[in-house]
């Protein structure tokens, strides 16, 4: 187990990136609740986000990201007008007290593994709109995920709410009785804040424009 606090400099930031380049699985304050994450192309990482929520792989994940011009690769099969379109109403929500996860169509040349879109053509992307959430992103992007994406699932156990501080991610996901589960990746603790948010993100249909949820 590894607690990350401290003010997040660069270096701190840094420390964070690496830990999950290493596997590392990160419980985090989002917009709202609190998150469970990690680099969203380390297979090993999400199957054991999968394992520990008992998530079933065929209802995908969301993923975050820190700037909406990385999301580009994934529209490249739309046309000019219909990219604007999309970019256009994502742009629109970034203003709003409630975070928006999108669903994006997959181009064909977009290489998104089958562990994030499950049974679906589309993936869930959400801008976050924290701060730190944010420089992660930007310090996890590189040549094996150049969308800079990192997982987001709620931080809690099956059947169990949201958590919504650091002590009650810990008591989901540190302890003895946790520790008595098979866990391969190991697990860190953001020591930060949420965004308070009184709503959950909502989830839209980014082709129709259709609120999911």
């Known amino acids: ?37 990690c680099d969203a192309f380390d297979k090993k990482a999400v199957e054991q986000i999968l394992s520990l929520k008992k998530r079933s792989v065929q209802k995908g994940l969301i993923v975050l990201t820190d700037d909406i011009n990385k999301i580009m690769p994934l529209l490249s099969d739309l046309s000019h007008q219909q990219q604007q379109t999309l970019i256009n109403q994502i742009s629109a929500q970034q203003t709003h007290l409630q975070a928006t996860t999108w669903l994006l169509p997959v181009a064909r040349s977009a290489s998104i593994p089958k562990f994030l879109t499950g049974d679906f053509t589309t993936l869930a992307v959400r801008i976050t709109l924290h701060p730190i959430l944010k420089k992660i992103c930007h310090a996890i992007t590189d040549d094996q995920n150049p969308y800079g994406f990192l997982v987001s699932t709620s931080c809690n156990l099956q059947g169990q709410a949201p958590a919504c501080n650091l002590y009650q991610a810990k008591q989901y996901f540190s302890g003895d009785k946790f520790l008595d589960n098979k866990v391969n990746c190991p697990i860190a603790f953001l020591d930060a804040q949420s965004l308070g948010f009184d709503k959950p993100s909502q989830i839209i249909d980014g082709m129709t424009g259709k609120q999911i949820r």
Do not use: R
């Open 1 to 37: 187990m590894l607690d990350c606090h401290d003010d997040f400099t660069a270096n701190q930031i840094e420390h964070i990136a690496k830990f999950l380049k290493s596997s590392g699985i990160l419980a985090y304050p989002s917009e709202s609740v609190w998150g469970l994450g």
